[in-house]
């Protein structure tokens, strides 16, 4: 009913930038939040940021300073601008969001999860 399309990984060089795209489509009636979260290889899944439908962001400690989460909720969109890359932010990136659908006129909250995207940051 809903997919999370992510773009914009790829490969960059320490102290490079990304920025990431997630766009949700399908039987939406409202999202809530949208996040990224990261998993390394060897890793437990971590989130790296999140942003509210009024605009409120919350990141991990790790980011803060680097990354800017930002969403257009118009397009359903939510974007992270990746600044000063680190090889330790090399991961598979997922999108999130916690959004209501609706079908037949029937609203149900529901969390969605991404495919991932790889960011690789190395020289």
């Known amino acids: 009913q809903v997919q999370l399309v992510e773009s914009g990984g790829g490969l960059v060089q320490p102290g490079g930038s990304l920025r990431l795209s997630c766009a949700a489509s399908g039987s939406i009636f409202s999202i809530h939040t949208m996040g990224w979260y990261r998993q390394a290889p060897g890793k437990e899944r971590e989130l790296v940021a999140t942003?509210?439908?009024?605009?409120?962001?919350n990141y991990a400690n790790s980011v803060k300073g680097r990354f800017t989460i930002s969403r257009d909720n118009a397009k359903n969109t939510v974007y992270l601008q990746m600044n000063s890359l680190k090889p330790e932010d090399t991961a598979v990136y997922f999108c999130?969001?916690?959004?209501?659908?609706?079908?037949?006129?029937?609203?149900?909250?529901?969390?969605?999860w991404g495919q991932g995207i790889q960011v690789t940051v190395s020289s």
């Open positions: 942003i509210t439908s009024g605009g409120s962001t």
């Open positions: 999130n969001a916690d959004l209501y659908t609706i079908v037949r006129l029937t609203t149900s909250y529901e969390i969605y």
